[in-house]
C-alpha cells in the first residue's frame, strides 16, 4: 500500500510540473538590426596610443590609434580594433577575436551616410562563459566615423544593432522570437536592457519594426494571442531564453492600413470625454507625438507644432467632416494655453498613457476613415544593402494628407 501511494504522489508531481515548467526556445540565427529598429546607444570609443590587449600581426602604418570594443563575458577583453584619424578614415577590426591582425583583410561594408560621417558594418567572434563552458557566437557590430569641427578630427563610436533569432514551443505551437540588447554589450541576460519580437499575432512572422504590434520594450510581459508570458530566464550569449504563462489580456492591436482602429475611451484636455468610435462617419486624423513642443508651451516653435499647425490649415476647407486628435506621449500639455490654440478648430488633445500603450507608439500618424479602418499611416520599412538591413520611417506630408482626406470626404 505505501508503494502505491509514493507512485500516486510522484505521478501527480510529474503531471504538475509541466504546467508551471518554463518553455525554453533556442535563437541559434544571428541576424544584424536596422538601427532604425531600437533606441540601442551608440558609445564613444576611447582611443589610446598603443593597444589595449595583446596583439599579434602587423605593425601599424602611419598614425593610429587603437580602442577595444568590450564584448561578451568570457577572459578576452573585447574586440580590438585600429583607427586611422585621416580625411577619409579607415579601421582594422581583429573580425575573429584571435589578437592577430595579420589575418584580418580591412575590409568591411562602408557607407558614407553624411558629408563627413561613416559607418561601417561587421560580424566579430565575441567568447562567451555559459555554464562553465567557454564559446565563441557572432555578433554584429558597427562603426560610425564623425567628423567634429571644434578638434578638426573625426569621433568614432560603436555600437551593438544584433538580433539572436529562433523559435520557442508554446501551447504545442513553434513561435518565432527574436531579442536584442540595447547595451551594445553583447551581452543578453539583463532582462531590463532586452527588447523582445515575438509571433504575437501567430502569421508565422515576426514584425520587428518601430511601432509593430510584436515589439515589446525591456520590463513588460510578452503577447502570443490572449496568453502573456514572462521572461525568466536568458543566457548571456543570447542563443537560449525562457518564458513562463503570465495570465491573459486581449490581443494586441494590430496598426496597418485595412485594419480597424482600436477603439478607445478617454477625456480631453478641455474636460470633455469621448470614445473614438464617436466620430464614425467622419474621417479622424490621429497625431501621437512626444510632445506639443519642447517646452510645454503650445504656441512656441517645434517639429511637432510645426506639422500640426500644417496638417490643421490644409484640412480647414474640409470642416466638420474631419476630426484631429492629437496624443501628446510624453509631456502634458498646459490646458489653458492648449485651449487657446484649439480654439474653434476641431482639434482635440489628448494626454492619455493608456492609449499610448493600446497603439504602442510614441510618434506617428494614422488617417481613419469613415468606418474607423486606417486608411493610410507613417510607416517604417526597410531593406537590404550591402547585405545588411537599413531601416527608414516614412512620414505622410502635408499634400499627401490634405490628398487622401480628399477622396475620402467627397
Not at 138 to 161: N, Q, V
Not at 350 to 365: F, I, M, N, Q, R
Request: net charge negative; hydrophobic share 40%; aromatic share 10%.
Amino acid at each position: 500500500m505505501p508503494r502505491i501511494i509514493v507512485c500516486l504522489i510522484l505521478f501527480a508531481i510529474v503531471s504538475i510540473v509541466p504546467v508551471f515548467a518554463d518553455q525554453v526556445g533556442y535563437l541559434g540565427e544571428m541576424r544584424p538590426w536596422p538601427m532604425l529598429c531600437a533606441g540601442v546607444p551608440i558609445l564613444p570609443l576611447d582611443l589610446s596610443d598603443s593597444p589595449l590587449e595583446t596583439l599579434v600581426g602587423p605593425v601599424c602604418a602611419g598614425e593610429c590609434s587603437y580602442a577595444l570594443i568590450p564584448v561578451g563575458n568570457g577572459n578576452d577583453p573585447g574586440i580590438s580594433v585600429v583607427i586611422w584619424n585621416e580625411e577619409n578614415p579607415r579601421i582594422l577590426v581583429d573580425t575573429n577575436n584571435n589578437e592577430d591582425l595579420g589575418d584580418e583583410s580591412g575590409v568591411y561594408a562602408r557607407e558614407q551616410i553624411f558629408l563627413h560621417a561613416f559607418t561601417w558594418s561587421f560580424n566579430v567572434d565575441v567568447e562567451y562563459e555559459v555554464k562553465g563552458t567557454v564559446h565563441t557566437v557572432p555578433y554584429h557590430l558597427s562603426i560610425i566615423a564623425d567628423y567634429s569641427y571644434e578638434t578638426e578630427k573625426y569621433r568614432f563610436l560603436a555600437g551593438g544593432f544584433c538580433q539572436r533569432r529562433g523559435g520557442i514551443e508554446l501551447s504545442g505551437s513553434f513561435v518565432p522570437i527574436a531579442i536584442t540588447d540595447l547595451s551594445s554589450t553583447a551581452r543578453y541576460n539583463d532582462v531590463s536592457q532586452l527588447v523582445v519580437a515575438i509571433d504575437t499575432d501567430g502569421d508565422g512572422k515576426l514584425d520587428t519594426l518601430p511601432g509593430s504590434h510584436e515589439v515589446y520594450k525591456p520590463g513588460g510581459p510578452l503577447q502570443v494571442g490572449d496568453v502573456l508570458y514572462e521572461i525568466t530566464y536568458v543566457s548571456v550569449d543570447g542563443r537560449t531564453i525562457a518564458l513562463k504563462e503570465a495570465g491573459a489580456a486581449i490581443p494586441r492591436a494590430i496598426l496597418k492600413p485595412g485594419r480597424q482602429v482600436p477603439d478607445f475611451a478617454t477625456v480631453a484636455i478641455g474636460g470633455s470625454s469621448f470614445w473614438l468610435s464617436d466620430f464614425l462617419g467622419k474621417v479622424v486624423i490621429l497625431l501621437f507625438q512626444p510632445r506639443v513642443n519642447e517646452n510645454g508651451c503650445v504656441n512656441c516653435p517645434s517639429t511637432g507644432y510645426d506639422r500640426l499647425t500644417a496638417i490643421s490649415k490644409g484640412l480647414e476647407e474640409f470642416g466638420n467632416e474631419v476630426v484631429i486628435i492629437v496624443v501628446a506621449t510624453e509631456k502634458k500639455p498646459v490646458q489653458e494655453q492648449w485651449l487657446a490654440y484649439i480654439e474653434g478648430s476641431n482639434i482635440l488633445g489628448v494626454w492619455d498613457p493608456a492609449v499610448t500603450e493600446l497603439y504602442h507608439s510614441k510618434s506617428g500618424l494614422l488617417i481613419v476613415d469613415q468606418h474607423g479602418v486606417i486608411k493610410a499611416m507613417d510607416e517604417a520599412w526597410f531593406t537590404y544593402k550591402q547585405g545588411r538591413p537599413k531601416g527608414y520611417y516614412y512620414r505622410l506630408n502635408e499634400i499627401e494628407i490634405c490628398d487622401i482626406v480628399g477622396n475620402l470626404v467627397k
